[in-house]
């Protein structure tokens, strides 16, 4: 195994996939105290005294990623499809993150497709898989290659093509401040990433209809 593929599989062996200890909610509410104060505010004025509560109650929601196993997400297959083995394909499936070098949101939409072999996944399934791995601290260019990733393990497809194109508020809202600049990225595999044509056909029907 070459060091880049290695590095690449170290990668993707996210936080999630390993056990570690969690903290209490009262240590999650003190911590956002701090936090608050570091600020330079009052954590103890009228309009606060709530807010650690209602930020660890968010974070729960956020970062519910962590609980979900993509693998049982995709682990119901339909064989009955009638011999289908063209391409499937869901465009525009809206996602939140947070980037997990500053913990600020990046969202945009995902497009996910695959050539099937053994049979299709239910449709939604999808959209929950780009959820899973969205409410997790992420990097968009790991999100990209995890999604592709679970789809080959769990349904053996002749193929898989992930698009993501998102807006990082790190660079809205911060640092280089530059609001509605987009980040696309892309993972290709087997047929998708042999044939450039098939490249080609999963973008033109990504832009269908876009004005």
Same mark, same amino acid.
């Given at each position: 195994?070459? %060091?880049?593929?290695?590095?690449?599989?170290?990668?993707?062996?996210?936080? =999630?996939?390993?056990?570690?200890?969690?903290?209490?909610?009262? @240590?999650?509410?003190?911590?956002?105290?701090?936090? !608050? *104060?570091?600020?330079?505010? %009052?954590?103890?004025? @009228?309009?606060?005294?709530?807010?650690?509560? *209602?930020?660890?109650?968010?974070?729960?929601?956020? #970062?519910?990623?962590?609980?979900? %196993?993509?693998?049982?997400?995709?682990?119901?297959?339909?064989?009955?499809?009638?011999? #289908?083995?063209?391409?499937?394909?869901?465009?525009?499936?809206?996602?939140?993150?947070?980037? @997990?070098?500053?913990?600020?949101?990046?969202?945009?939409?995902?497009?996910? =497709?695959?050539?099937?072999?053994?049979?299709?996944?239910?449709?939604?399934?999808?959209?929950?898989?780009?959820? =899973?791995?969205? $409410? $997790?601290?992420?990097?968009?260019?790991?999100?990209?290659?995890?999604?592709?990733?679970?789809?080959?393990?769990? !349904?053996?497809?002749?193929?898989?093509?992930?698009?993501? @194109?998102?807006?990082?508020?790190?660079?809205?809202? *911060?640092?280089?401040?530059?609001?509605?600049?987009?980040?696309?990225?892309? &993972?290709?595999?087997?047929?998708?990433?042999?044939?450039?044509?098939? &490249?080609?056909?999963?973008?033109?029907?990504? $832009?269908?209809? *876009?004005?």
């Amino acid at each position: 195994m070459s %060091d880049v593929v290695k590095s690449l599989s170290t990668r993707l062996t996210t936080a =999630a996939d390993k056990p570690a200890p969690s903290p209490t909610r009262e @240590e999650a509410e003190a911590a956002v105290r701090i936090l !608050l *104060r570091w600020a330079g505010d %009052d954590p103890s004025r @009228e309009g606060l005294q709530d807010t650690p509560k *209602r930020v660890v109650k968010a974070f729960r929601e956020f #970062y519910s990623g962590y609980d979900e %196993d993509p693998s049982e997400i995709l682990d119901k297959i339909f064989a009955e499809v009638e011999g #289908y083995d063209d391409i499937v394909l869901v465009r525009d499936i809206p996602f939140y993150s947070h980037c @997990e070098h500053h913990m600020v949101p990046f969202f945009g939409v995902a497009h996910v =497709a695959y050539y099937p072999t053994k049979g299709v996944v239910g449709l939604s399934k999808l959209a929950r898989l780009v959820d =899973a791995y969205a $409410r $997790r601290l992420q990097t968009q260019e790991t999100m990209t290659s995890q999604i592709a990733k679970a789809m080959v393990a769990a !349904l053996e497809p002749r193929g898989v093509a992930v698009m993501i @194109e998102a807006e990082h508020m790190c660079m809205s809202m *911060r640092g280089i401040q530059k609001a509605g600049a987009l980040t696309l990225t892309t &993972q290709f595999t087997g047929i998708f990433k042999e044939d450039p044509a098939e &490249q080609v056909r999963f973008l033109t029907l990504v $832009r269908n209809g *876009r004005g």
